[in-house]
């Protein structure tokens, strides 16, 4: 609450130094508040909501206009979310005191996803469009915590820029103690050395003939391997690009095999087989879904592309806003569930905050809170609402995937609903 009235925290947030220092109805805290509450009707409507939660005006009295909504987010800049989003895991990690890890690592996991942006003339030039649309598209990139459910880290390019460079960047927000996940579009002999030189530990899933060195193990039927890597002429090319010592290192290859009978390869850099015995690697990599779920989540429940402007700046405001409210919302339930975990523990199954109930209860309720000099009776309200809202967690259960376009995921901006 302190932090987004400071003018220091101000002043570096926004695009000129006169910006936000006149006396405004919208000023820079209540445009954070504003759009941090999920916009999902049209501005309008959401405007005529905001401000009686504020206690600044009647119901139904229109105080500020779209208009003069457009022209404040002008002078906002989104990495305003992304230092709040950086402090509130910074006080998250420090001081929440169950924190879950994999054999004492956090388990973190990088992928991408298609996001399909507003088609406007800037935001083509900068993003071009897809393959299949005419609609322009980006690649959203994120470093996710998954046993937490925390967005760590988020990078939106263009759709033609490598996975791996995304991922280079998201390891500058990993630390020592981490166990970082990847899929098979991102091995390559640089990617290992980078990260034996960062020292950050790693589990990729391999496709077959992508290392010669590989290549006997997918046809040996070993459960597990410690090979070494060495670079060749190109792989030595390709370490000199990021200045990346080539020093040949070894890494440990662990056969999974699936339900379906289909055979994955995992390679990683925990190679102490007592500690971390190949068994446990099935169950490990398995947990990788967890990130697809994130983004789920975040498209339909967070109604990502559901934006509310057509500007460039507009796109990266919403983005890093959304991912902020939903880490604050999975920090408020990982309250919750220790609360529930208490309540439920002879309960047969055990039980688990439904997330979609979660977020629903944050609307308005954010306003609340960051617009309380003391928020602690709407905070622990928020928790024991959220901790009413409960599913059993069936192990075993398992659903077909489906690849399907889900209702819900794209808003057309011209049919917003209202209230």
Same mark, same amino acid.
């Given at each position: 609450?302190?932090?987004?009235?400071?003018?220091?925290?101000?002043?570096?947030?926004?695009?000129?130094?006169?910006?936000?220092?006149?006396?405004?109805?919208?000023?820079?805290?209540?445009?954070?508040?504003?759009?941090?509450?999920?916009?999902?009707?049209?501005?309008?409507?959401?405007?005529?909501?905001?401000?009686?939660?504020?206690?600044?005006?009647?119901? !139904?009295?229109?105080?500020?206009?779209?208009?003069?909504?457009?022209?404040?987010?002008?002078?906002?800049?989104?990495?305003?979310?992304?230092?709040?989003?950086?402090?509130?895991?910074?006080?998250?990690?420090?001081?929440?005191?169950?924190?879950?890890?994999?054999?004492?690592?956090?388990?973190?996991?990088?992928?991408?996803?298609?996001?399909? /942006?507003?088609?406007?003339?800037?935001?083509?030039?900068?993003?071009?469009?897809?393959?299949?649309?005419?609609?322009?598209? !980006?690649?959203?990139?994120?470093?996710?915590?998954?046993?937490?459910?925390?967005?760590?880290?988020?990078?939106?390019?263009?759709?033609?820029?490598?996975?791996?460079?995304?991922?280079?960047?998201?390891?500058?927000?990993?630390?020592?103690?981490?166990?970082?996940?990847?899929?098979?579009?991102?091995?390559?002999?640089?990617?290992?050395?980078?990260?034996?030189?960062?020292?950050?530990?790693?589990?990729?899933?391999?496709?077959?003939?992508?290392?010669?060195?590989?290549?006997?193990?997918?046809?040996?039927?070993?459960?597990?391997?410690?090979?070494?890597?060495?670079?060749?002429?190109?792989?030595?090319?390709?370490?000199?690009?990021?200045?990346?010592?080539?020093?040949?290192?070894?890494?440990?290859?662990?056969?999974?095999? /699936?339900?379906?009978?289909?055979?994955?390869?995992?390679?990683?850099?925990?190679?102490?087989?007592?500690?971390?015995?190949?068994?446990?690697?099935?169950?490990?990599?398995?947990?990788?879904?967890?990130?697809?779920?994130?983004?789920?989540?975040?498209?339909?429940?967070?109604?990502?592309?559901?934006?509310?402007?057509?500007?460039?700046?507009?796109?990266?405001?919403?983005?890093?806003?959304?991912?902020?409210?939903?880490?604050?919302?999975?920090?408020?339930?990982?309250?919750?569930?220790?609360?529930?975990?208490?309540?439920?523990?002879?309960?047969?199954?055990?039980?688990?905050?439904?997330?979609?109930?979660?977020?629903?209860?944050?609307?308005?309720?954010?306003?609340?809170? /960051?617009?309380?000099?003391?928020?602690?009776?709407?905070?622990?309200?928020?928790?024991?609402?959220?901790?009413?809202?409960?599913?059993?967690?069936?192990?075993?259960?398992?659903?077909?995937?489906?690849?399907?376009?889900?209702?819900?995921?794209?808003?057309?901006?011209?049919?917003?609903?209202?209230?």
């Amino acid at each position: 609450n302190k932090l987004i009235a400071s003018p220091d925290f101000i002043a570096p947030h926004r695009h000129e130094p006169r910006d936000f220092t006149r006396e405004r109805t919208l000023t820079f805290d209540r445009l954070i508040m504003f759009l941090l509450n999920q916009i999902k009707c049209s501005l309008q409507s959401e405007l005529d909501r905001f401000f009686p939660l504020i206690n600044f005006a009647e119901a !139904g009295q229109r105080i500020v206009t779209n208009a003069a909504l457009s022209k404040a987010r002008k002078k906002l800049k989104a990495s305003a979310f992304i230092e709040l989003n950086e402090q509130s895991l910074i006080t998250f990690y420090e001081d929440f005191p169950v924190q879950k890890t994999w054999h004492g690592l956090r388990l973190l996991a990088v992928d991408g996803s298609k996001v399909e /942006l507003p088609n406007d003339i800037e935001i083509r030039d900068k993003f071009g469009t897809g393959k299949m649309s005419d609609c322009p598209m !980006g690649l959203l990139s994120t470093l996710y915590d998954l046993n937490h459910r925390l967005w760590l880290d988020a990078d939106l390019s263009p759709i033609t820029k490598s996975e791996r460079e995304h991922a280079v960047k998201h390891l500058e927000k990993t630390k020592e103690g981490d166990l970082i996940l990847y899929d098979r579009g991102y091995p390559a002999f640089w990617f290992f050395a980078l990260h034996r030189q960062q020292e950050r530990d790693f589990c990729i899933r391999l496709q077959r003939s992508l290392f010669p060195e590989t290549d006997d193990f997918f046809n040996s039927g070993e459960s597990e391997k410690i090979i070494t890597l060495k670079a060749s002429k190109p792989r030595r090319r390709d370490c000199r690009k990021y200045s990346i010592p080539y020093h040949p290192f070894t890494i440990r290859l662990i056969r999974v095999e /699936l339900d379906s009978g289909d055979i994955e390869v995992l390679a990683t850099s925990l190679l102490d087989t007592q500690q971390y015995p190949a068994e446990i690697f099935s169950d490990l990599y398995h947990k990788r879904w967890g990130h697809e779920e994130g983004y789920k989540h975040l498209k339909i429940h967070g109604e990502l592309q559901n934006w509310s402007g057509k500007k460039l700046a507009t796109v990266f405001q919403d983005l890093h806003a959304k991912l902020l409210t939903l880490n604050l919302t999975s920090m408020q339930m990982a309250v919750a569930q220790v609360r529930v975990d208490e309540r439920t523990k002879n309960r047969k199954h055990r039980y688990q905050i439904n997330r979609a109930q979660a977020l629903s209860r944050m609307k308005d309720t954010m306003i609340h809170i /960051l617009n309380r000099k003391d928020p602690t009776r709407w905070i622990r309200q928020l928790i024991g609402s959220m901790a009413e809202n409960i599913n059993p967690i069936r192990p075993g259960r398992k659903f077909e995937r489906k690849h399907q376009q889900r209702a819900g995921v794209r808003v057309n901006p011209t049919y917003k609903r209202g209230w």
